[in-house]
């Protein structure tokens, strides 16, 4: 599966579940951790609904073969669904940063992008939308760094656009290889 149909699964999620409201509440309020847990539930979700078993922080995993919410300190690891060695690689990685600071916000993409999957995400919340294109040059030159050999996706809620949640509210841009910066997704 690719980025897009990822992110499809995403916004089906979005909208076919309780977290809508919550999400949407949070973002308004600013109160960020129930933001990152809603939106970890939502993550979890799509990949769920394409088929991956999910480690994901505030749920048990048994996927490998000791007990743990989050696998290498990541917010959500994905891995193949059905039989499988005990000792299995994840296939997608996902970070949710709700802190402001860009450097935090940064070191997120820097974990997943340590990560040997076949694309990782990282989740971001600004106040502004202003504020969006602020952080892009700031991520781009992490990617820039360490050349991953994986594709990403940033996707980025803002509090301005929580009227229009979640379309209007959640962002997503994917690394463009050739023009070495983040490009806004269609879709």
């Known amino acids: 599966m690719d980025v897009q ?4 699964a995403f916004r089906r999620q979005v909208r076919r579940n309780p977290w809508a409201d919550g999400l949407r509440e ?11 847990a809603l939106l970890t539930e939502v993550v ?4 769920e609904e394409l088929g991956l078993k999910v480690a994901a922080r505030g749920q048990d995993s048994r996927i490998l073969p000791i007990l743990r919410q989050e696998y290498l300190g990541l917010d959500v690891l994905a891995f193949p669904k ?3 060695p005990r000792w299995v690689k994840p296939v997608l990685a996902f970070e ?7 450097e935090v916000i940064a070191y997120a993409l820097w974990k997943v992008c340590m990560v040997r999957v076949a694309w990782g995400g990282v989740f971001c919340y600004r106040r502004e939308p202003e504020q969006v294109g602020e952080i892009l040059p700031t991520l ?3 990617v820039q760094a360490l050349a991953p050999d994986m594709e990403l996706m940033v996707v980025v809620g803002t509090r301005n656009r929580a009227e229009d949640f979640p379309d209007g509210f959640f962002r997503p841009y994917r690394w463009d290889v050739n023009y070495k910066r983040f490009r806004l997704m269609g879709g």
């Open 140 to 142: 781009a030159e992490v």
């Open 82 to 84: 059905g039989e499988s």
């Open 5 to 8: 149909e990822w992110y499809e």
């Open 44 to 47: 979890a979700g799509a990949c």
């Open 26 to 36: 949070a973002a308004l309020t600013g109160t960020l951790g129930r933001w990152t």
């Open 96 to 102: 949710l940063e709700n802190s402001q600071k860009e």
